[in-house]
């Protein structure tokens, strides 16, 4: 028998394989059990959107509508200057910042004198309405209407000595940074804009 | 050369930039039903790379067909599910 060690007897190997087929089987049901419970293969993103300048208001929310529009469950988490973002009246002033961006057709030294913001926003504006380019009011509805969880950060909400009823129709309040983190963690995708 | 799709609905994003058309496309087939066609008439030359890959992505459409006609880009989309 002691050589036989590496070739079973026939009714080894028919047990083995029957045993097998079995593990197998019971592998299989427990696999269709986990991606039930994981939702087939929805995604999930968060973005945590920082910045309240005119053109970084785009990106969170163009990603965020998006990838609505591809069935994902996302959150965009607001906080210090981005809660700007979902500010009712302030949405609609956000400026471009004329200093400090290299890619400015004119030097910073003339870029910080007065008036200089307004303008530099004032002739973006017009490129995205020439451009067919979505508002930021446009796009803060239509990510509302795709289910996009808008949140503002509370702390910076009594930080910025904001009201709840300043925020668009539909944000979230009252959330924080451990909110945000138990949605990051449980996130396919994660972005800090 | 294949015929072009038979559509049910046509949406038209012609004008709108990115993300519209494909936000629209999404909100429009959402109101459809199963084995409906929806022709999506976009100017955004991006559309062509972002409705295919919106397609690709995701669960119940199928993209039948692309055409490039100068500056307009028609899209046919079908609601599998």
Redesign the interface.
């Known amino acids: 028998m002691s050589t036989e060690t590496q070739t079973p007897t026939g009714d080894g190997e028919s047990m083995s394989e029957a045993e097998l087929e079995a593990r197998i089987a019971e592998l299989e049901e427990k696999v269709a059990g986990l991606e039930t419970e994981v939702g087939d293969d929805q995604k999930k993103m968060t973005i945590v959107a920082t910045k309240g300048s005119f053109d970084m208001a785009y990106p969170p929310l163009i990603l965020a509508s998006t990838a609505a529009a591809f069935g994902w469950e996302v959150i965009v988490f607001h906080t210090f200057w981005g809660l700007d973002i979902l500010h009712e009246e302030k949405s609609k002033k956000l400026k471009l910042s004329a200093v400090g961006n290299p890619n400015m057709p004119l030097p910073n030294a003339l870029a910080a004198l007065p008036g200089m913001d307004s303008m530099a926003t004032r002739m973006m504006q017009k490129r995205i309405d020439e451009n067919g380019t979505a508002t930021i009011e446009e796009l803060i509805d239509v990510s509302l209407e795709s289910g996009v969880e808008l949140q503002a950060c509370q702390m910076t909400v009594e930080l910025m000595e904001y009201d709840e009823d300043d925020f668009y129709d539909g944000v979230t309040t009252g959330v924080g940074a451990a909110t945000a983190l138990q949605h990051m963690a449980e996130s396919d995708v994660q972005l800090l804009i | 050369m294949s015929s072009k799709p038979t559509a049910t609905e046509t949406l038209d994003v012609k004008?709108?930039?990115?993300?519209?058309p494909?936000?629209k496309?999404?909100?429009a087939i959402d109101d459809l039903e199963e084995g409906d066609v929806l022709e999506v008439l976009a100017?955004?030359s991006g559309s062509m790379s972002d409705i295919q890959g919106?397609a690709d992505?995701?669960?119940g459409v199928e993209l039948l067909e692309q055409v490039e006609e100068g500056d307009l880009y028609t899209h046919y989309v079908e609601k599998t599910a």
């Open positions: 004008g709108q930039s990115c993300p519209m494909i936000v496309t999404k909100q100017t955004d919106w992505g995701t669960d």
